[in-house]
């Protein structure tokens, strides 16, 4: 008999609501519950695509006798991270801070008034390693809550009282200037991997923020070595296992430093921005190799991510059907020897093992490799080549697929419309704009109310009930941004002005400045999360800050300058010291002490001239730059008012730090304008 999850819209809760453990989604209900029995409560949070939640569903929450043992001793609550990111934020604060590590699932026991007081993450059947079974853990907690109850209450409230304390120092109340972002720099040089690309060691996760950065950074001072890093990190991702080599799209992260094999998970977070950086890339070199991926990711998210209602699914699963009925993680990626000969014959399977690095021993498990592209050099048939991609990519589309996690997240979606839309308007393809303004359409339709408010998810064309927090706010911000430049439609700036009015109201603190995770007037946890630093997408403060800032540029909005400048106050503070995990506010912070400039590109909107000019204007490489286009009497956006044109010609006007260069028609000066 299904359980209470079984009419919520997570399919990650969905995925657990035939367990026979009694569960609750996340709610008053559930504690009041655990309040009127006197037990305390195990909180399991987790993810849809993420692997050791499904191991330890099926080792423990499937199995009866553990379910048994959770229904007569504890009020169990399930949560998916995705949909809540604020109690996911909490709990591991208080993970991280009692264990040294976090990660999911994650497992965390609550007293009645949801104090944390005893913390792990997967726990296996059995003892293993020196780690506790998750039988030994429950009867560990329940004895101790049975017999020594007041010292459960002691630690939980100690630990409640210890993340209180750990407000965030605001840093510096200046913002980071020449030196600071020189000062990031450097970090990053020490910890780059000169060998394989990317920073640090395994495991090893792309550093799409860090590389928005050492690209502005490079447009505006000229520093080869930042571009250098950029490059050659895209070039090693790109050829590495952790890239599809037959359909596009990245995984989550490798779990070598070579970036042989991923963690096979696809994420629609990772591939936005990724494939957003790949343009960006391409935009800066011309890279032929930026330029494919940019669009072979593209391809993939409206592929295989869009759903029926034109937003994006938020992953892929790593695991599927092995075709023996077992699920395996990798499954549908990998290759054998064996398996290249069958799909491809003798001599293309000889081709296709040397081109793909597919060995005997194989680079994964039993003997299979993940495919790469490990030759740099030497000359190979493209025809060949494409037609045994082509075959194998058909084989591999009889085997079973991966589970896809259809929840549409606000937040995600407004980076993969920030990404569709340029990546369309780069590469003139009017379909990836279309899919961008789809999303667009369904996040305004669906997900924003009569009071501009934003819902964190939908699934099925139904709005889920989870508020959204900071991130939602300023992605979906950042995606509107995008298309207003793209399109010229001025109603995309309008609607982020809604949602970035709504920062300046419900999620930044008055006095300091500083950003929390959760609207003012959210429902309250036992403490507000509030985390500046970027993991694996900009920070809802680092975002917010990008966009307050191209908002104020396209508008002149004071408040938002002064906001977005509060916020950076913490990138001066944390971007010298650890720029890995501030990327994206050191970003923003380039386009910050670039201006950021402001273009305006006035002209009849069929004329070739205005559309070269505004294609120029979308090229340039300044950090930050934001583009306004239309006829010279639009009143679609503030930065078209009063440009006139320059004798009856398309002209371009660009302005920064309240100062303008004289109009241009010529195509060759704007790019010269918006150069370094």
């Not at 993340?163 to 030196?179: H, S």
């Given at each position: 008999?299904?359980?209470?999850?079984?009419?919520?819209?997570?399919?990650?809760?969905?995925?657990?609501?035939?367990?026979?453990?009694?569960?609750?989604?996340?709610?008053?209900?559930?504690?009041?519950?655990?309040?009127?029995?006197?037990?305390?409560?195990?909180?399991?949070?987790?993810?849809?695509?993420?692997?050791?939640?499904?191991?330890?569903?099926?080792?423990?929450?499937?199995?009866?006798?553990?379910?048994?043992?959770?229904?007569?001793?504890?009020?169990?609550?399930?949560?998916?991270?995705?949909?809540?990111?604020?109690?996911?934020?909490?709990?591991?604060?208080?993970?991280?801070?009692?264990?040294?590590?976090?990660?999911?699932?994650?497992?965390?026991?609550?007293?009645?008034?949801?104090?944390?007081?005893?913390?792990?993450?997967?726990?296996?059947?059995?003892?293993?390693?020196?780690?506790?079974?998750?039988?030994?853990?429950?009867?560990?907690?329940?004895?101790?809550?049975?017999?020594?109850?007041?010292?459960?209450?002691?630690?939980?409230?100690?630990?409640?009282?210890?993340?209180?304390?750990?407000?965030?120092?605001?840093?510096?109340?200046?913002?980071?200037?020449?030196?600071?972002?020189?000062?990031?720099?450097?970090?990053?040089?020490?910890?780059?991997?000169?060998?394989?690309?990317?920073?640090?060691?395994?495991?090893?996760?792309?550093?799409?923020?860090?590389?928005?950065?050492?690209?502005?950074?490079?447009?505006?001072?000229?520093?080869?070595?930042?571009?250098?890093?950029?490059?050659?990190?895209?070039?090693?991702?790109?050829?590495?296992?952790?890239?599809?080599?037959?359909?596009?799209?990245?995984?989550?992260?490798?779990?070598?430093?070579?970036?042989?094999?991923?963690?096979?998970?696809?994420?629609?977070?990772?591939?936005?921005?990724?494939?957003?950086?790949?343009?960006?890339?391409?935009?800066?070199?011309?890279?032929?190799?930026?330029?494919?991926?940019?669009?072979?990711?593209?391809?993939?998210?409206?592929?295989?991510?869009?759903?029926?209602?034109?937003?994006?699914?938020?992953?892929?699963?790593?695991?599927?059907?092995?075709?023996?009925?077992?699920?395996?993680?990798?499954?549908?990626?990998?290759?054998?020897?064996?398996?290249?000969?069958?799909?491809?014959?003798?001599?293309?399977a000889e081709l296709a093992a040397d081109y793909f690095g597919v060995t005997q021993e194989g680079t994964f498990e039993e003997g299979a490799s993940v495919l790469q592209l490990p030759q740099s050099e030497g000359v190979f048939d493209a025809e060949r080549i494409a037609s045994i991609r082509a075959r194998l990519l058909e084989a591999r589309g009889e085997r079973p697929a991966p589970g896809r996690d259809d929840k549409v997240v606000a937040a995600w979606n407004g980076l993969a419309v920030a990404a569709l839309a340029e990546t369309g308007a780069y590469f003139d393809r009017p379909d990836l704009i279309e899919a961008a303004l789809g999303a667009a359409d369904l996040l305004v339709r669906l997900h924003l109310d009569e009071h501009a408010r934003l819902a964190r998810t939908s699934k099925d064309g139904r709005?889920?009930?989870?508020?959204?927090?900071?991130?939602?706010?300023?992605?979906?911000?950042?995606?509107?941004?995008?298309?207003?430049?793209?399109?010229?439609?001025?109603?995309?700036?309008?609607?982020?002005?809604?949602?970035?009015?709504?920062?300046?109201?419900?999620?930044?603190?008055?006095?300091?400045?500083?950003?929390?995770?959760?609207?003012?007037?959210?429902?309250?946890?036992?403490?507000?999360?509030?985390?500046?630093?970027?993991?694996?997408?900009?920070?809802?403060?680092?975002?917010?800050?990008?966009?307050?800032?191209?908002?104020?540029?396209?508008?002149?909005?004071?408040?938002?300058?002064?906001?977005?400048?509060?916020?950076?106050?913490?990138?001066?503070?944390?971007?010298?010291?650890?720029?890995?995990?501030?990327?994206?506010?050191?970003?923003?912070?380039?386009?910050?002490?670039?201006?950021?400039?402001?273009?305006?590109?006035?002209?009849?909107?069929?004329?070739?001239?205005?559309?070269?000019?505004?294609?120029?204007?979308?090229?340039?490489?300044?950090?930050?730059?934001?583009?306004?286009?239309?006829?010279?009497?639009?009143?679609?956006?503030?930065?078209?008012?009063?440009?006139?044109?320059?004798?009856?010609?398309?002209?371009?006007?660009?302005?920064?730090?309240?100062?303008?260069?004289?109009?241009?028609?010529?195509?060759?000066?704007?790019?010269?304008?918006?150069?370094?």
């Amino acid at each position: 008999m299904p359980n209470r999850l079984a009419h919520e819209t997570s399919p990650y809760l969905l995925q657990h609501a035939d367990n026979p453990v009694d569960w609750w989604p996340w709610s008053a209900d559930a504690f009041e519950e655990a309040r009127k029995s006197g037990k305390p409560v195990l909180l399991s949070v987790g993810y849809s695509s993420c692997h050791w939640c499904h191991v330890m569903a099926h080792e423990s929450f499937e199995d009866q006798e553990t379910a048994d043992y959770l229904n007569a001793h504890f009020v169990s609550v399930k949560v998916d991270r995705e949909e809540r990111p604020d109690v996911d934020a909490v709990y591991m604060e208080a993970v991280q801070a009692a264990t040294g590590q976090g990660g999911w699932p994650m497992t965390v026991f609550l007293t009645p008034d949801a104090e944390p007081f005893y913390f792990g993450t997967y726990f296996p059947p059995a003892p293993r390693q020196g780690s506790p079974s998750f039988r030994q853990v429950l009867e560990g907690v329940h004895s101790a809550w049975t017999d020594r109850r007041d010292e459960v209450a002691e630690v939980a409230e100690k630990i409640v009282r210890d993340l209180a304390g750990r407000e965030i120092a605001f840093g510096d109340t200046q913002v980071p200037g020449e030196e600071d972002l020189a000062g990031a720099l450097l970090g990053l040089t020490r910890d780059y991997d000169a060998g394989h690309g990317g920073f640090g060691g395994a495991p090893k996760f792309p550093p799409s923020m860090a590389i928005e950065f050492l690209l502005r950074h490079h447009a505006r001072t000229g520093a080869e070595g930042a571009l250098q890093m950029a490059a050659d990190t895209c070039e090693r991702m790109a050829r590495g296992g952790i890239y599809d080599q037959l359909a596009g799209g990245f995984a989550r992260y490798s779990v070598d430093r070579e970036w042989v094999v991923p963690h096979f998970e696809k994420m629609l977070y990772d591939n936005a921005l990724l494939c957003r950086v790949y343009a960006h890339l391409w935009r800066s070199t011309g890279s032929d190799l930026g330029r494919r991926v940019a669009l072979e990711t593209a391809d993939f998210m409206v592929r295989e991510l869009r759903t029926n209602e034109g937003g994006f699914a938020s992953a892929l699963d790593a695991d599927s059907d092995d075709g023996t009925g077992k699920h395996v993680e990798g499954a549908y990626y990998v290759w054998t020897p064996a398996q290249l000969r069958e799909v491809l014959g003798e001599q293309d399977a000889e081709l296709a093992a040397d081109y793909f690095g597919v060995t005997q021993e194989g680079t994964f498990e039993e003997g299979a490799s993940v495919l790469q592209l490990p030759q740099s050099e030497g000359v190979f048939d493209a025809e060949r080549i494409a037609s045994i991609r082509a075959r194998l990519l058909e084989a591999r589309g009889e085997r079973p697929a991966p589970g896809r996690d259809d929840k549409v997240v606000a937040a995600w979606n407004g980076l993969a419309v920030a990404a569709l839309a340029e990546t369309g308007a780069y590469f003139d393809r009017p379909d990836l704009i279309e899919a961008a303004l789809g999303a667009a359409d369904l996040l305004v339709r669906l997900h924003l109310d009569e009071h501009a408010r934003l819902a964190r998810t939908s699934k099925d064309g139904r709005v889920g009930a989870n508020a959204g927090v900071l991130e939602d706010y300023a992605d979906v911000s950042e995606g509107f941004l995008a298309l207003a430049s793209v399109t010229g439609e001025g109603v995309w700036l309008e609607f982020a002005g809604f949602l970035l009015d709504h920062v300046l109201v419900q999620f930044t603190d008055e006095e300091s400045g500083t950003l929390y995770d959760t609207a003012a007037d959210a429902e309250k946890l036992i403490r507000r999360p509030q985390d500046p630093t970027d993991n694996a997408t900009p920070s809802g403060w680092s975002a917010a800050a990008g966009a307050l800032l191209s908002y104020a540029a396209q508008t002149g909005a004071e408040p938002h300058r002064a906001a977005a400048e509060r916020a950076l106050g913490v990138v001066k503070a944390l971007g010298p010291r650890a720029p890995r995990f501030i990327g994206w506010g050191l970003a923003t912070a380039e386009a910050l002490l670039d201006g950021p400039r402001e273009v305006a590109v006035v002209g009849p909107v069929d004329d070739p001239a205005t559309k070269e000019l505004h294609r120029a204007a979308l090229l340039a490489t300044a950090p930050g730059a934001v583009v306004a286009v239309g006829a010279p009497d639009s009143d679609e956006l503030p930065l078209l008012a009063e440009r006139l044109l320059v004798s009856g010609e398309p002209t371009a006007y660009v302005c920064r730090n309240f100062t303008c260069d004289a109009p241009t028609t010529d195509v060759d000066r704007l790019r010269e304008a918006l150069g370094r």
